[in-house]
């Protein structure tokens, strides 16, 4: 079985920075591109960032220039780093990798307010 596990949310002030992890654990699998999604209340969910495991990365127009996302294939790890967050970062986070399937972390929340 494949887990993954995010950290690194929570309260954050506008102009404010974050950096979210994601472990992958269980049966060693290689595991191809890894990345993040988000889902505001009321909003469909919607992809922020991926990476490949050549580390190609795409992200969303309304991050680009403010996210960074990276991985550690050594700890099976993707990071989201985010900076200047703004209100409308506010949402859940969810980390998925793909071991020839998808598997998604759990979520974790971000809130961006003063």
């Known amino acids: 079985q494949v887990q993954l596990v995010e950290s690194g949310g929570g309260l954050v002030q506008p102009g404010g920075s974050l950096t979210l992890s994601c472990v992958v654990s269980?049966?060693?699998?290689?595991?191809?591109?890894m990345g993040w999604y988000r889902q505001a209340p009321g909003k469909e969910r919607e992809l922020v960032a991926s990476i490949t495991r050549g580390v190609t990365t795409n992200y969303a127009d309304s991050v680009k220039g403010r996210a960074t996302v990276s991985r550690d294939n050594a700890k099976n790890t993707v990071y989201l780093q985010m900076s200047s967050l703004n209100p409308e970062d506010t949402a859940v986070y969810y980390c998925?990798?793909?071991?020839?399937?998808?598997?998604w972390g759990q979520g974790t929340q971000v809130t961006v307010a003063s």
């Open positions: 998925y990798a793909d071991v020839g399937q998808i598997y």
């Open positions: 269980g049966r060693a699998v290689r595991i191809g591109a």
